[in-house]
């Protein structure tokens, strides 16, 4: 019988025209991309991001200082941190500043640029808190009356006084004036009650008397403590609730529910004298009319918790 064509599996060479086979799936044309895909395009190349920098090495601290400073200036006013001051070791003061000697560490942050040397956003921090950068004296400050008196009105309209203590600082947070912010007040108006200030600024002394201002030393000094007392006391009813102060009562040093004023005020002592002796009213019924609207108890009741 006739032989069979031969089948197409043994055919010969392809005819130089005809298609090429098609490559296999598992193939792809450069034997680069991924199973059955073509080869992804090459990415392009740069140079790589640089790290983040790692947080200074004082952050945690540097955050401790500023949750102090925002617990100290709600209960103060303003950041003209005693040197001596400790933060206290009890709410509401952040426990990552508990014993922290805060003073010390303004004095450095002045004096070293501790924590905002070459740091801009934290000095800039520290600016919009009202942190006071440097301390005026009495001595380089050269003031005009009309500053000295703008100073005055300003303390009497947030103390209820114009009798200004020694010590006291004006700080550097409105609405004081700018010119005078961080000028020591209190010891610059020693010059000012002198007759050589009042002759070289005539219509001083009637302007000073109609501001309040108490032209007689002592009568001053006097007015100063009785203002300390009275605002122990105001703190006093805020947080206990009366004025039934035990006689051996002292004002707690470093703490914010009293104004720093008052620390260490032996304030059962005085209100012992008020009552027994008169001291602070005897002459000045106006006096006697503030402590009477703060619910001041003249005769207190024996017996009532152990106070006095």
Do not use: C
């Amino acid at each position: 019988p006739p032989r069979r064509p031969p089948s197409a599996s043994r055919a010969g060479p392809a005819h130089p025209l005809a298609r090429p086979a098609p490559l296999p799936m598992s193939m792809s044309s450069d034997q680069s991309g991924p199973v059955g895909q073509p080869a992804a395009p090459a990415a392009a190349t740069g140079p790589p991001s640089p790290p983040s920098p790692p947080p200074p090495k004082d952050q945690d601290d540097w955050e401790s200082l500023l949750a102090a400073f925002r617990i100290y200036k709600m209960a103060h006013g303003d950041l003209k941190v005693p040197s001596r001051f400790v933060v206290p070791s009890m709410s509401p003061w952040p426990a990552s500043a508990h014993g922290m000697k805060l003073g010390i560490r303004v004095a450095a942050i002045r004096t070293t640029g501790k924590y905002v040397s070459n740091d801009e956003a934290r000095r800039k921090t520290l600016d919009d808190m009202g942190f006071t950068w440097r301390l005026r004296s009495a001595a380089d400050s050269d003031l005009s009356f009309g500053l000295i008196l703008k100073a005055l009105e300003v303390y009497k309209s947030t103390t209820g006084s114009a009798d200004v203590p020694p010590s006291f600082v004006i700080p550097d947070v409105p609405p004081w004036p700018d010119e005078v912010r961080g000028l020591p007040l209190g010891s610059k108006l020693a010059g000012v009650r002198g007759k050589a200030f009042l002759r070289a600024n005539p219509g001083a002394e009637e302007k000073l008397r109609e501001v309040g201002f108490t032209l007689d030393g002592k009568a001053a000094a006097n007015n100063v403590r009785f203002q300390k007392v009275y605002a122990g006391l105001k703190a006093y009813k805020d947080l206990h609730g009366d004025l039934l102060v035990p006689q051996p009562y002292v004002v707690p040093s470093n703490d914010p529910a009293f104004p720093e004023p008052t620390w260490g005020l032996r304030l059962g002592a005085r209100v012992n004298a008020i009552r027994s002796q008169g001291t602070f009213v005897k002459t000045d019924p106006k006096r006697r009319e503030m402590l009477d609207e703060i619910g001041f108890v003249w005769e207190p009741p024996s017996g009532v918790g152990g106070k006095k």
